[in-house]
């Protein structure tokens, strides 16, 4: 168990719905990644918050947003959904804006019909 | 050609085996080299990581780096079958940029 929870943990939504994915880092940790890892593309970074305010953008595409909050808890908003979008999405967490001890949740499980 | 390659497998040992798990990239600013252990259905789980050219070591697993090269390796020695999982290798630069491999799925054989 890394200490990084995410909520829910399978989400089974409709094209063009919005859904809210939730996490919460380990106890002490400032920053918050979020990931997508699909058969095709692998693990792709999407975003990275630390102590509340935007550090780095990957892959995340514009009708993807997050944010984090003063409880350090994180929130990624997946809107207009395609199918494409079904695929497991990850939270990290690590304790400072540095990449190199990130601890990983267990995933949300999104599946787009 | 993409920044991180890595062969996905699958890679079938036999219990025992020294397993070599390999990556290469493109990018010569990555400065930290890391694996991560998935097992099915879970997220990944931070294996090793180093910043610099050569070897580290922790209890059956070894972490090779070689940035002359651009070429970065885990070996596992005596294989368990515990150690079945997808290994995924990642790099980072600017401090905060990262990118996987699309990972080796392993299997180890009892």
Redesign the interface.
Known sequence: DSGVTQTPKHLITATGQRVTLRCSPRSGDLSVYWYQQSLDQGLQFLIQYYNGEERAKGNILERFSAQQFPDLHSELNLSSLELGDSALYFCASSVSGTTDTQYFGPGTRLTVL | QKEVEQDPGPLSVPEGAIVSLNCTYSNSAFQ?F?W?RQYSR?????LM?T?SSGNKEDGRFTAQVDKSSKYISLFIRDSQPSDSATY?CAM?Y??????????TRLTVKP
């Open positions: 930290y890391m991560y879970k997220g990944p789980e931070l990581y910043y995924l980072v600017n401090n905060n940029d990262m990118r996987f491999g699309a990972g």
